[in-house]
C-alpha cells in the first residue's frame, strides 16, 4: 500500500464548476499536510497548508480528517487556469522529510 | 522570493556514463532535496542534507550519491548511469525546523541511452 494514495483521475470538469479531491495516507503519526501544485512540465509550488479546523483560500478549501486519515481540497468556481495536477503531501513521522502522492490531475474545459 | 536553480533543464547521456547534477538555492536554506519524479509514483526521495558535509539517504538512494561541500549547493552524482535512471530530477530546499514548504527548483529531465 502507498503512504500516500490520491485518485489519478484526470477529472474534467467545466468552468464554474466545483471540484473535490480526496487523499488517504498511512502513517498515523504524520503531523503536517499540504497541497501542492503542478503545471504541465514545472516544477511543484506549494498550494496551501492543511490544518487540523480546516482552512480556506480564496476559492480553495482543504480539510483533514485525523481519525479517517483523509484529507481533501475544494475547489469552488473553476478557472481554466485550475487545469494542473494537485499533490497530497504529508510528513513522514512527523519529521522534515515530505511523502508525495502522485498526484490528480485536473482538466477544466471552456 | 526563494530561488532554487538546476544546472541542465534536459540532459542526455549514455549507460555507463557518470552524471552529475547540481542545485543552487539563494535562500541560505539550511536543508535540501533530490528526488525524482515518475509517472504514476509521485516523488520519491534519493537523498537529503540538514548541513554542509551532511548527508542522509531517502527511500531510493541506490545507484546515486550526493556531495555538499558548500550551504548553497547540493549535487546528485550518477556513478554509473543506467536506463531506469531515466526520470525527472528535482531538488528542494527548506529552512530549518519550523517550515516544511519545501521550494523546487525546475528540475533536469535526464535521458540514459
Known amino acids: 500500500r502507498k503512504e500516500v494514495e490520491q485518485d489519478p483521475g484526470p477529472f474534467n470538469v467545466p468552468e464554474g464548476a466545483t471540484v473535490a479531491f480526496n487523499c488517504t495516507y498511512s502513517n498515523s503519526a504524520s503531523q503536517s499536510f499540504f497541497w501542492y501544485r503542478q503545471d504541465c512540465r514545472k516544477e511543484p509550488k506549494l498550494l496551501m497548508s492543511?490544518?487540523?479546523s480546516g482552512n480556506e483560500d480564496g476559492r480553495f478549501t482543504a480539510q483533514l480528517n485525523r481519525a479517517s486519515q483523509y484529507i481533501s481540497l475544494l475547489i469552488r468556481d473553476s478557472k481554466l487556469s485550475d487545469s494542473a495536477t494537485y499533490l497530497c503531501?504529508?510528513?513522514?513521522?512527523?519529521?522534515?522529510?515530505?511523502?508525495f502522492g502522485s498526484g490528480t490531475r485536473l482538466l477544466v474545459r471552456p | 522570493d526563494v530561488k532554487v536553480t538546476q544546472s541542465s533543464r534536459y540532459l542526455v547521456k549514455r549507460t555507463g556514463e557518470k552524471v552529475f547534477l547540481e542545485c543552487v538555492q539563494d535562500?541560505?536554506?539550511?536543508?535540501m532535496f533530490w528526488y525524482r519524479q515518475d509517472p504514476g509514483l509521485g516523488l520519491r526521495l534519493i537523498y537529503f542534507?540538514?548541513?554542509?558535509?551532511?548527508?542522509e539517504k531517502g527511500d531510493i538512494p541506490e545507484g546515486y550519491s550526493v556531495s555538499r561541500e558548500k550551504k548553497e549547493r547540493f549535487s546528485l552524482i550518477l556513478e554509473s548511469a543506467s536506463t531506469n535512471q531515466t526520470s525527472m530530477y528535482l531538488c528542494?530546499?527548506?529552512?530549518?525546523?519550523?517550515?516544511?514548504?519545501?521550494?523546487f527548483g525546475p528540475g533536469t529531465r535526464l535521458l540514459v541511452l
Open positions: 503531501v504529508v510528513n513522514k513521522d512527523s519529521s522534515y522529510k515530505l511523502i
Open positions: 528542494a530546499s527548506t529552512p530549518l525546523a519550523g517550515s516544511e514548504t519545501q521550494y
Open positions: 542534507s540538514y548541513d554542509v558535509k551532511m548527508k
Open positions: 492543511v490544518y487540523s
Open positions: 535562500m541560505d536554506h539550511e536543508n
